[in-house]
């Protein structure tokens, strides 16, 4: 029941399906369940449907035996599809959420600017309508241990953050919708955001830069509103809650300090070697994303950014690439989500006052 909802929100709601649209489907096989509903409701409405399941072990077989050549390979079959496909459905079903846990940081990084072609044809097609996708999540053990819950436990966390308990999810969905847009409408008047909490004092510019409603149609769970800020403007300090979180790789207690939009301060209690790593990436060092997180049904911390980024409460700042949507320009390989929890905090629109400890005041 709760599986035949979840597919019915992401093939009606999310993406907009229409006869003879090249659909390319990815998860792992845990998620086989879902996925043939999700399958049905594509052939039902006449897509083309390609999927991809992978089987358990092959990132980490790749990551550790690949050579630095194979490393830098792009894929021609992975490029035909980001040039080609209509729609791309992700679900995000984790064997192991720890399996790059003991990988060389320099081979990660060597792997991800590898796919920035990649991500340059996915965003620059999303940008241009030409491209929808949706990440969803099937909930797995690994990923409930991740969160510290059971399965069962889980699995009811992750419904609920969905409304897959409610008689009508898709309707739900268009109430947050409604809701954020108002807020979207504030945002989109303004020309300066500073953020203001424990360690934490940033100003930056969003002069230009258009502000998304984050309601559903690229992720799930989601809420949250969120914009690409002016690359240059960044400047003060951050301190992040919670750990950032690499390829399965935990980096507690990130401290940032920016000048002129780019990081020229970087510590961390853990992971700093990591860290700086990846600040090595080109773009990584300024912002390509800044959001606020308005989905209060997320109410507690899973190491999963997919629900995370999402937290009623928390705000969170991206490095590296940008969403072209937002008008941002940052074109970097990278795009890291780091969380910080706003529940006493304040943020400014042009010096006034709209969101503090935790709740938007417009």
Not at 99 to 128: C, G, H, W, Y
């Amino acid at each position: 029941m709760m599986l035949s909802k979840l597919a019915d929100i992401i093939t009606e709601y999310s993406v907009n399906v229409k006869e003879g649209d090249l659909v390319f489907v990815q998860s792992s096989f845990l998620s086989s369940p879902l996925i043939e509903k999700i399958y049905k409701n594509l052939i039902l409405k006449g897509a083309n449907v390609e999927v991809r399941l992978e089987p358990e072990n092959i990132s980490d077989i790749y990551m550790k035996y690949a050579s630095e050549k194979q490393l830098k390979y792009v894929s021609p079959v992975r490029k035909y599809l980001m040039e080609n496909i209509d729609i791309f459905i992700n679900i995000w079903a984790d064997y192991n959420t720890k399996s790059m846990n003991n990988v060389d940081p320099q081979r990660i990084a060597t792997r991800v600017a590898a796919n920035t072609e990649l991500n340059r044809i996915f965003m620059e097609r999303e940008a241009k309508g030409e491209l929808q996708w949706v990440l969803a999540p099937y909930p797995t053990h690994a990923m409930a241990q991740e969160a510290g819950m059971s399965l069962l436990e889980y699995r009811e966390f992750v419904y609920g953050t969905l409304f897959l308990d409610k008689d009508h999810p898709v309707e739900e969905w268009k109430k947050i919708s409604r809701e954020q847009e108002k807020i979207v409408d504030y945002l989109n008047k303004k020309d300066e955001l500073r953020f203001v909490g424990e360690d934490t004092d940033l100003t930056l510019s969003v002069k230009g830069r258009r502000w998304i409603n984050s309601d559903g149609k690229k992720n799930l769970p989601d809420g949250e509103v969120f914009t690409g800020p002016v690359e240059d403007s960044a400047n003060g300090k951050i301190r992040f809650t919670y750990p950032g979180i690499y390829m399965g790789k935990e980096i507690e207690d990130i401290q940032l300090r920016f000048r002129d939009g780019e990081v020229i301060e970087a510590k961390a209690g853990k992971g700093e070697e990591l860290l700086k790593k990846l600040l090595e990436t080109e773009g990584a060092k300024r912002i390509g994303e800044i959001a606020i997180g308005t989905n209060y049904g997320v109410n507690r911390f899973t190491k999963n950014m997919l629900f995370d980024e999402k937290m009623g409460g928390t705000m969170h700042l991206a490095l590296g690439r940008s969403i072209p949507e937002s008008g941002g320009k940052n074109f970097s390989s990278i795009h890291w989500d780091l969380l910080k929890d706003m529940k006493n905090g304040e943020v400014y629109a042009d010096g006034e006052l709209f969101y503090k400890n935790g709740k938007f005041l417009i």
